[in-house]
């Protein structure tokens, strides 16, 4: 499992007091508001930022960072990705899994056929999709709600599903 979830991506610069703007990749919006720390992927490196100020602009979040006090200083980090160390993470409750630990599982029918592996997952409103793919190309949406998705084993790397009529 990665030791760090990435929760944001900077998109761009907000005013020229050296905030940035996020697309926040995470359930919470006001998680951010909880962070004192995020770290920053830049040039294929971590760099650990302190977060002096937090708001919000429709859907993004505005951060600043401590010690970066104009634009000029923050530009470099468009198109980074804001993470966060695992153990820091919120926690979730049963039954629920970080997004990033369920991409490239393997799925089998109960009755023990490969369908392929996850391959993407995207919300809906009511449940979530999961996108399988075979070896083929072939996709196939499951909805993850309890009648389809009869297990999920994170050490096995496996998830057991029961393939209700219309969905093959």
């Not at 820091?88 to 899994?97: M, Q, R, T």
């Amino acid at each position: 499992m990665l030791e760090y979830l990435e929760i944001g991506k900077i998109v761009n610069t907000y005013g020229i007091k050296g905030y940035v703007k996020v697309i926040p990749l995470t359930d919470d919006l006001m998680r951010f508001k909880k962070l004192r720390t995020v770290y920053l992927e830049y040039q294929n490196k971590l760099i650990e930022m302190p977060i002096e100020d937090v708001s919000y602009s429709k859907n993004f979040v505005l951060l600043k960072f401590k010690g970066l006090q104009d634009i000029n200083l923050v530009e470099k980090y468009k198109n980074c990705y804001l993470k966060v160390n695992r153990k820091d993470a919120v926690k979730l409750p049963e039954n629920s899994y970080f997004i990033v630990d369920l991409i490239g599982l393997e799925v089998y029918t109960e009755d023990g056929r490969f369908l392929g592996k996850i391959e993407d997952i995207f919300k809906t409103g009511s449940n979530d999709v999961y996108v399988v793919k075979n070896e083929l190309g072939k996709q196939i949406l499951l909805p993850a709600i309890a009648s389809v998705i009869k297990q999920i084993d994170l050490s096995q790397r496996k998830v057991i599903v029961n393939l209700i009529k219309g969905l093959e």
